[in-house]
């Protein structure tokens, strides 16, 4: 099993506010394409004082976590999700969706700070940080 990683996670990790996690050593992670556009767009926006640290921060990410494109697969399954979570009333950002399709496509779970954003999302299985 894999484990695509939420912004939100490695945002709590910068800020260490990040709790204990139920992930397995032998388990492969990621990080979606949109996720590394999030973290480089916080990067842009960082004043000149926390940009160094900051970008520093995310280019270690890039460099040692893989990132999985969005490709057709995906744009079918992040299709799928749309209708499903319009059908039930509920409409998710459109991040989540992409990170929910990454997932899938994989065929693993996402580790999120934010569970309520993929509670609302009928797909992947999603963990969050432990107690």
Same mark, same amino acid.
């Given at each position: 099993m894999g484990t695509l990683i939420d912004a939100s996670v490695l945002i709590a990790a910068e800020r260490? #506010?990040?709790?204990?996690w139920d992930l397995? +050593?032998?388990d492969e992670v990621g990080i979606a394409?949109?996720?590394?556009?999030?973290l480089l767009h916080g990067v842009l926006? +960082? $004043? #000149? &004082?926390?940009?160094?640290q900051r970008e520093a921060f995310v280019e270690?990410?890039?460099?040692?976590?893989?990132?999985y494109p969005f490709g057709v697969i995906e744009a079918r399954l992040y299709a799928r999700l749309w209708v499903d979570a319009t059908a039930?009333? &509920? $409409?998710?950002?459109v991040h989540d969706l992409l990170v929910a399709a990454t997932a899938l496509a994989l065929g693993w779970r996402v580790a999120t700070?934010? #569970?309520?954003?993929?509670?609302?999302?009928p797909g992947p299985s999603v963990i969050g940080p432990g107690a």
């Amino acid at each position: 099993m894999g484990t695509l990683i939420d912004a939100s996670v490695l945002i709590a990790a910068e800020r260490s #506010r990040l709790a204990s996690w139920d992930l397995d +050593a032998t388990d492969e992670v990621g990080i979606a394409a949109i996720t590394a556009s999030e973290l480089l767009h916080g990067v842009l926006r +960082a $004043s #000149r &004082t926390h940009r160094p640290q900051r970008e520093a921060f995310v280019e270690s990410i890039l460099s040692t976590v893989r990132v999985y494109p969005f490709g057709v697969i995906e744009a079918r399954l992040y299709a799928r999700l749309w209708v499903d979570a319009t059908a039930k009333g &509920t $409409s998710p950002g459109v991040h989540d969706l992409l990170v929910a399709a990454t997932a899938l496509a994989l065929g693993w779970r996402v580790a999120t700070v934010n #569970r309520r954003h993929f509670d609302r999302i009928p797909g992947p299985s999603v963990i969050g940080p432990g107690a």
